[in-house]
């Protein structure tokens, strides 16, 4: 396992951090990107060695970002089918933030690209990559 810590972030609350246990799963994942709300529940942050992690941010119901960032500096987010529309979404700590819609993906690939994420610290192949920065 890849992981080491899990993070959720409420803008009332900041990040509740707990260590990644060995029983969770890929329903463990599910369940914690089905709680993103955009409201009070805003980011899930999976956190790798040398502060690698991967970011969901947004609402479940209505779309989410998600990103990887490895060394600070070049972010990869997951991307759906192209469009320079933009779509505000509430997203780390209650900001809201726009983001063209071909970076809101549905949760079924925010779930695969965090499991194949917290197993391997890799990016899924299966995941569409754009790099940013």
Known sequence: M?????????????AVELAWEPDWDEATVRQLVDELDGVE??????????????AVG?????????YVDYDGDVFVLAAGPDSDELLPLVVGEGQVQEYPLRYVVAPDVAVRAAWHFALTGDLDDAV???TQG
């Open 128 to 130: 569409e990559w754009h």
């Open 58 to 66: 947004g609402s479940a119901a209505a779309g989410l970002v998600v």
């Open 41 to 54: 529940r805003t980011t899930l942050v999976l956190t790798g060695p040398d502060d690698a992690h991967l």
């Open 2 to 14: 890849f992981v080491r810590t899990v993070a959720s972030v409420s803008p009332w609350m900041g």
